[in-house]
């Protein structure tokens, strides 16, 4: 009777040593937008690539667990949003993570939504595409790239010196309806800009193809959106300015706040590698201007902000 306990103990290490091997074992599971270089991409018949996808990698090796991409098809709707689409993925275990994830305090509140519909995503079925799922509440990674606005420049412009927005006046200005961009242009200087602007009409104008034709002087984009553009365009005739709007939001990945142990864990491999320089040397490869994060780590109300200003 006096050996039970012992053979109790060498059960239980036994026991733990099994379910350690099997979380080992368990994909670490990460949502990624199949279709925004140069964070990501996913094209039938060519390999998987972009910042994103390399960072994960690495991630996912530090943590001792195999990778598996779990690749979606974002489309906004009035009936959905990043945010909204991110926590679906997440609630209905699509993935453990969603990476490229913008940090705001707006993007991070919990839902005012109960449920939302899941975007398009690889695998899905017809039922996917109409059940309704309920939401959680999200909790951020640290971040590990800044995510800035940038001015592109036209060809007629390309040699316009830009240290502010003012800098942009006498310029043709066009700008997608809605966008982040146009909130910042149509509001600067109370107004002062205004009548330069062309509204172009987001996915059925081209915005970047209309500024390298010289339609226009300058535009106000994501830089990520410019990166993409010169990797599909080498010889495009449009220039990066160089400026950098004061307001931008990092990008981390987010995961459901319930699994705070996940999050600790890739906290603690982003913190590694950008020490050691691979997540810039990531952003090299994939021909992502890499901008380290900047405090404030999570961005409040960008909205207020730009108004201010």
Not at 14 to 37: F, I, N, Q
Not at 163 to 181: N, Q, T, V, W, Y
Not at 241 to 257: D, E, L
Request: proline content about 6%; aromatic content about 6%; overall charge neutral.
């Amino acid at each position: 009777m006096r050996r039970w306990p012992a053979a109790w103990s060498v059960a239980a290490v036994l026991v733990a040593s099994t379910v350690a091997a099997h979380a080992a074992d368990e994909p670490l599971k990460v949502c990624l937008d199949e279709d925004r270089p140069p964070l990501s991409v996913h094209h039938k018949g060519k390999p998987d690539a972009g910042f994103d996808v390399l960072l994960a990698q690495a991630i996912a090796e530090r943590i001792g667990r195999p990778l598996q991409i779990q690749w979606f098809e974002s489309k906004l709707d009035e009936d959905s949003s990043p945010q909204l689409e991110a926590n679906a993925l997440l609630s209905d275990g699509r993935c453990s993570l969603v990476g490229g994830y913008a940090l705001t305090t707006d993007s991070l509140v919990k839902p005012g939504m109960k449920t939302a519909r899941l975007p398009d995503f690889t695998g899905a079925t017809r039922d996917d595409r109409r059940r309704r799922v309920t939401l959680g509440v999200l909790a951020p990674s640290r971040p590990y790239v800044y995510s800035p606005m940038t001015v592109v420049l036209g060809p007629k412009a390309r040699e316009r010196k830009v240290e502010d927005i003012g800098d942009l006046a006498g310029l043709r200005l066009a700008i997608e309806s809605g966008s982040l961009g146009d909130a910042i242009l149509m509001t600067f200087d109370k107004g002062r800009l205004i009548e330069a602007i062309t509204h172009l009409v987001p996915g059925r104008d081209d915005l970047l193809g209309a500024l390298a034709r010289g339609d226009y002087d300058a535009t106000l984009i994501d830089l990520g959106r410019f990166d993409a553009h010169r990797a599909a365009h080498p010889d495009t005739a449009i220039a990066a300015s160089g400026y950098y709007y004061p307001i931008g939001a990092n990008r981390g990945y987010v995961g459901r706040a319930d699994n705070p142990a996940l999050i600790e864990a890739v906290d603690k491999a982003l913190t590694e590698l950008a020490a050691e320089g691979k997540i810039a040397e990531f952003g090299k490869q994939a021909g992502l201007t890499f901008l380290p994060p900047r405090e404030p780590a999570i961005l409040g109300d960008v909205w207020t902000k730009i108004i201010q200003r």
